[in-house]
Structure formats: C-alpha cells, structure tokens
C-alpha cells in the first residue's frame, strides 16, 4: 500500500484520445505512482496509420483493464483519489468519448470531483515529473503527430501560442516521409534509427520560413521535396539511399525546430526551454536543443521518451494543477475534437 498523508492530492488520469489507452495515478502533480499504457500500434501498422473506428473500439475494450491496473500498481484504492483528470480534447472524437464517459461515470458513482484535461497541457506537463523544479514561465515547443506549437507557459495551465504550423505537424511530416521511403507507421523512431546510419548532408532539403509570423512553421514543402526527390531518383533509374534521406530530413526538420524555437526564446527574453510531445523524444532534436541551449546560456528541460509520446501521467500532472486552480467540470463535460488551448 502507498503511504499517504492526508494533504497529499491523488490524481487518477485517464487518456485515449488517439491510439494509446492510458491511465495513471500522480501525487501532488510530480511524482508517478503508476503509468499503464495499452498501446493500440501493433493493431494499426497494417493500415499504414490511426484507423479511427478500431481506435475507439479497442479503447472500450481495454480501458477497465487498464485502470484497474493503474490503481493496483499505484497501491491505492477509488477512495484515495482526490479528483478524476481526463483528455477531452483535441484528438479522435470517438477515441475521447471513450476516456470522457469513463472519466464521468467513475465521478458519478463515487462522488470524486471530474476535470477535463487539454492533450496538449498534458504534453506540456509531463515535463513537470522528471523536473521537480521546472516552474513556469518558461517556452515549450510541443511537437507531436498532430501539434506543433510553441507556447509560452505564463503560469500552471495559463498558455499563449506564439508559433505553430501551417500545414502538416513535425509529427506527420515524419509519419508520411517515412512511409514514402518504406519504413511504415509509426515513422518518427523508425527515421530515428535509420539515420543514424547516414548522412544529414547528403541532400539539401529546404528550411522554410513563413512570412507573416517568423515564429510560424510549415512541413509541407519539406515533405513535398522529399518526395520529389525520390521520385526523380525513380525515374533517373538511381538508387536511394534510405538513410540519407532520412538524416537529411531529420535535420531539415531540427534546423527549423530548433532555429525557430530559440530565436523566439532570446526574442521573449526565456531564460528556460521545454520540449514536449512524440517527437520531442527525437534524438537528433533533443542534442541539437541541448547545444543550442547551453549555447546561449538557457536552461532546457526535456521528459523521457516514455512522457513524451502519449500517457496518462502527463494528464495527472496537467490535472494536478487545474484541480489547484479550481477547475471541476459537470457531466455535461463533453468530447471536443478541435479544442483551443
Ligand atoms: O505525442 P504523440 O504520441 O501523439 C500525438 O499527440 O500526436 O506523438 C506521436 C508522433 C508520431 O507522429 C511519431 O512518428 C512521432 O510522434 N515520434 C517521433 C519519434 N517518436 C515518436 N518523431 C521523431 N522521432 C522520434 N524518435
Ligand atoms: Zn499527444
């Protein structure tokens, strides 16, 4: 059994908003009392992406499962959880709906307090559990399958977007560049891997910069001279070179994160930097924000791969500190795919 003191504040956080089924408990917002993750990958590789009906599907399926676990391995029982967090947006809306009506029906049986959580606060807080003295402000560049945002974080879930993409999400421009050169889904650690076998000089894909907001990104014309590329190789009859490419992507990729993110850093005057979200667990992103910071003299925090795709211990971090703030959301709570930070 964990020992518990009466002041400590339980979060139990449930998250399926895409292909992860995840639940976790979290103490006082930083410290992780259990994470369980049933991930759904194996299920959608075939189709080369999220099919979205098996998604929620096996979210029914699995997510008792999943919960009771994260009560057992956490040592507690529904009667030492202060409040219910829960993703209700952006994300699958069928996926969500999965989570939210889970979330509320343990709420109304027990009578324990309900607060929807927003994914990309999760993504934002999952920093704050390996990082127990990360306080805002500070700036986040979140970057995952579906986001990529750089957000200043004003205080615990108070957010402002200064930056984020026109088109296609890092994450994205990975998963579709990874298919195009046979890698399959999920494409971010396959290109991860095979990088590291060639060379980020090899080609010179492009760098993009959007006029209108110089803290803005844009991955389509990167993914597009990819794929150009391969197949002017095609019909050239010349063989790829997987791993060039794939280097030479990632570093695209990097370069633009990266110069991005800290030009908007010295700009606002941040003296600490975050990254977040699936693809924040790159290791090629991860070094060159790690030197660019220390560089320039900024702190930079960074969660482990495991926080920084997709949980349910970020959302209790998140939820922590909305429940802090007062939040506490009624059973009309709702699922909203497209929800604004
Ligand atoms: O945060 P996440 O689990 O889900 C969303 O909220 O979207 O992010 C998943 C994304 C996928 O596009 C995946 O390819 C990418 O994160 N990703 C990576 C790496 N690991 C996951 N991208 C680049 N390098 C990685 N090592
Ligand atoms: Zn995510």
Redesign the pocket.
């Known amino acids: 059994m964990e020992q518990l003191n009466r002041e400590d504040t339980l979060i139990l956080a449930i998250e399926s908003?895409?292909?992860?089924t995840a639940a976790s408990v979290v103490k006082n917002g930083r410290e992780v009392l259990s994470d369980v993750i049933y991930t759904q990958i194996a299920l959608h590789t075939r189709f080369g992406g999220v099919v979205p009906e098996i998604a929620s599907r096996k979210h029914i399926e699995k997510i008792n499962q999943v919960i009771e676990q994260a009560l057992e391995d956490a040592g507690v029982g529904l009667s030492d959880i202060t409040a219910i967090a829960v993703t209700y947006g952006p994300?699958l809306v069928g996926a969500l709906l999965v989570g939210v009506a889970e979330a509320k029906a343990i709420s109304f049986a027990t009578g324990i307090p309900l607060v929807g959580v927003h994914?990309?606060s999760g993504?934002i807080s999952a920093n704050y559990i390996e990082h127990r003295e990360l306080e805002p402000p500070f700036l986040c560049l979140?970057?995952?399958?579906?986001?990529s945002h750089l957000v200043n974080v004003r205080d615990y879930g108070e957010y402002d977007i200064i930056g984020r993409t026109r088109d296609d999400?890092?994450?994205?421009?990975?998963?579709k560049v990874?298919r195009a050169i046979g890698l399959g889904?999920?494409?971010?650690?396959?290109?991860?891997?095979l990088a590291r076998e060639g060379n980020p000089d090899a080609i010179p894909f492009p760098r993009a910069k959007v006029a209108e907001n110089e803290y803005d990104f844009s991955f389509s014309g990167l993914k597009s001279a990819v794929l150009n590329y391969l197949n002017s190789c095609q019909m050239k009859g010349e063989e790829v070179n997987r791993a060039d490419v794939a280097a030479s992507f990632?570093k695209a990729?990097t370069d633009v994160l990266t110069e991005h993110s800290l030009h908007a850093a010295e700009s606002l005057g941040c003296r600490k930097f975050a990254i977040?979200?699936?693809?924040?667990?790159?290791?090629?992103?991860r070094r060159a924000f790690e030197q660019e910071c220390a560089a320039r003299g900024i702190e930079f925090f960074y969660p482990s791969?495991r926080y920084?795709?997709?949980?349910a211990a970020m959302i209790g971090a998140a939820g922590y500190y909305e429940y802090k703030r007062g939040v506490c959301h009624g059973y009309d709570l709702n699922a909203v795919p497209n929800l604004k930070l």
């Open positions: 908003s895409c292909d992860e994300g994914h990309i993504h979140v970057a995952s399958g579906g986001h999400a890092a994450g994205e421009a990975f998963d990874a889904y999920p494409g971010g650690p396959k290109i991860d891997s990632q990729v977040a979200g699936g693809v924040a667990s790159n290791s090629s992103l791969p920084c795709t997709d949980n």
